[in-house]
């Protein structure tokens, strides 16, 4: 396989739109005689007008090698050995070239076997992907027609989709992920094999899946994403307790709630909310019947320690079976779902009284709120008065004046 070499001329990406940080593990790699390239997912943003979120790095050094050129570089991973690269708050993952066999359609469960650079090109997973940048030079090294189909707006595989999606199911997730990002169109091959191949997601790491998932609700276009996963299947494979809810009016509540956090993130440049923000989103319009029937029921059950237990409960059966959110994103779940009946309680009180709890997550429930309130402007005052007191709350404890706002903890269960 011969590599095209695209000068600066031709591909457009300037040094200056690079991490310096990254700049310099590539030249202290090379300054010591070995191969070492910008790959993957910086170099496909930068070509296609995109600034990278992370700059991962390829070379022919070995994990334990890279270790001993950065006093800030730890090892990670067993089925896949890295180097991650430590310069002040950010991590640059250095990864050894791979080779392997590209026709074993069997699940691959250690990657471990070190190999030349073309060699480790054609184990990536779309073509778009496995571009090498030589900041050297300023060349962007291509073994795979990625420049071209980049250009064309085009999503291809490395290799046959049948045998690479099962090597590596997630690589199914990660096409979603790059249609609904960047409008890329898969080949029709591909879009066969991902029908065809569905179920076999299930054999991947739940936590590299919910990873991804909980990656594109910080991505800016979490609604593409997720109706890609709905129309896919994937929705329904991989939650299926969530997904039953995206077929009645919740849909609609729901994607309401991402359209106002991807508009923010994407028009506004601003961070994503916490995760357990972005999960709450999901859950909110589900939970909000829940209690309003248990309110209607029996209005005396509706207490808060009640509507803790019913987060409790809609959050872990949400991401049941198959993948499972952390026991500090479920904590954090359930205080921001049963505060808002704090801000908007089921019985209308005549006066509003604002008693600030000592939990530090009170304030994700608080920004939750404010996310309601920008779709509910009729919430303006409610939301005002409530961030006016938490402000005071919070002066007073930076001040010493009050001790320190414990942490949230999840409902115990009840002995049996």
């Given at each position: 396989m011969t590599?095209?070499?695209y000068l600066q001329t031709e591909h457009k990406i300037q040094l200056e739109d690079i991490d310096p940080d990254a700049?310099?593990?590539?030249?202290?790699?090379?300054?010591?005689?070995?191969?070492?390239?910008?790959?993957?997912?910086?170099?496909?943003?930068?070509?296609?007008?995109?600034?990278?979120?992370?700059y991962d790095i390829s070379t022919n050094a070995?994990?334990?090698?890279?270790k001993r050129l950065f006093s800030g570089c730890f090892l990670v991973g067993k089925r896949f050995r890295l180097a991650h690269v430590r310069i002040g708050k950010k991590i640059f993952e250095v990864s050894t070239f791979r080779s392997g066999d590209n026709e074993d359609d069997t699940l691959i469960h250690n990657d471990n076997e070190?190999?030349?650079?073309?060699?480790?090109?054609?184990?990536?997973?779309?073509?778009?992907?496995?571009?090498?940048?030589?900041?050297?030079?300023?060349?962007?090294?291509?073994?795979?027609?990625?420049?071209?189909?980049?250009?064309?707006?085009?999503?291809?595989c490395i290799g046959n989709p049948y045998i690479?999606?099962?090597?590596?199911?997630?690589?199914?997730?990660?096409?979603l992920k790059f249609r609904s990002r960047f409008g890329l169109t898969p080949d029709e091959e591909m879009i066969e094999a991902l029908f065809a191949?569905?179920?076999?997601?299930?054999?991947?790491?739940?936590?590299?899946?919910?990873?991804?998932?909980?990656?594109?609700?910080?991505?800016?276009?979490?609604?593409?994403?997720?109706?890609?996963?709905?129309?896919?299947?994937?929705?329904?494979?991989?939650?299926?307790?969530?997904?039953?809810?995206?077929?009645?009016?919740?849909e609609k509540e729901i994607y309401t709630f991402l359209t106002e956090v991807d508009r923010s993130i994407l028009n506004e440049d601003k961070r994503p909310p916490r995760r357990s923000i972005l999960v709450s989103i999901l859950l909110y319009p589900i939970y909000r019947e829940i209690v309003q029937d248990l309110y209607d029921s029996s209005p005396k059950k509706a207490h808060l320690g009640k509507l803790q237990e019913e987060a409790f409960k809609l959050a872990l059966n949400s991401f049941s079976?198959?993948?499972?959110?952390?026991?500090?994103?479920?904590?954090?779940?359930?205080?921001i779902l049963s505060t808002q009946y704090r801000f908007t309680p089921l019985q209308k009180k005549k006066r509003l009284i604002?008693?600030?709890p000592r939990n530090r997550d009170f304030s994700l429930a608080l920004k939750f709120f404010k996310l309601r309130t920008d779709l509910e402007p009729g919430l303006t005052d409610i939301y005002t008065e409530w961030a006016y007191y938490y402000d005071k709350h919070k002066k007073a404890e930076d001040n010493g004046k009050l001790p320190p706002t414990s942490s949230s903890r999840r409902p115990r269960r009840r002995r049996r």
């Open positions: 590599a095209k070499k700049l310099v593990v590539l030249d202290v790699l090379r300054g010591h005689g070995f191969t070492a390239y910008l790959v993957g997912g910086s170099v496909r943003d930068l070509l296609l007008g995109y600034k990278p979120k992370d070995l994990p334990e090698q890279v070190w190999g030349t650079e073309e060699e480790d090109v054609t184990r990536r997973d779309f073509t778009v992907n496995g571009l090498y940048y030589n900041n050297a030079d300023q060349t962007i090294i291509d073994y795979v027609g990625g420049v071209e189909d980049a250009r064309k707006n085009f999503l291809r690479r999606f099962k090597q590596d199911p997630v690589r199914m997730i990660r096409l191949l569905r179920t076999e997601i299930l054999k991947s790491s739940p936590i590299r899946i919910l990873e991804e998932l909980l990656r594109m609700l910080e991505s800016g276009s979490s609604v593409p994403f997720l109706k890609n996963l709905q129309q896919h299947g994937f929705l329904e494979t991989l939650l299926p307790n969530l997904a039953k809810y995206f077929e009645t009016p919740h079976p198959i993948l499972r959110i952390t026991k500090k994103i479920l904590g954090e779940v359930i205080t604002c008693k600030i």
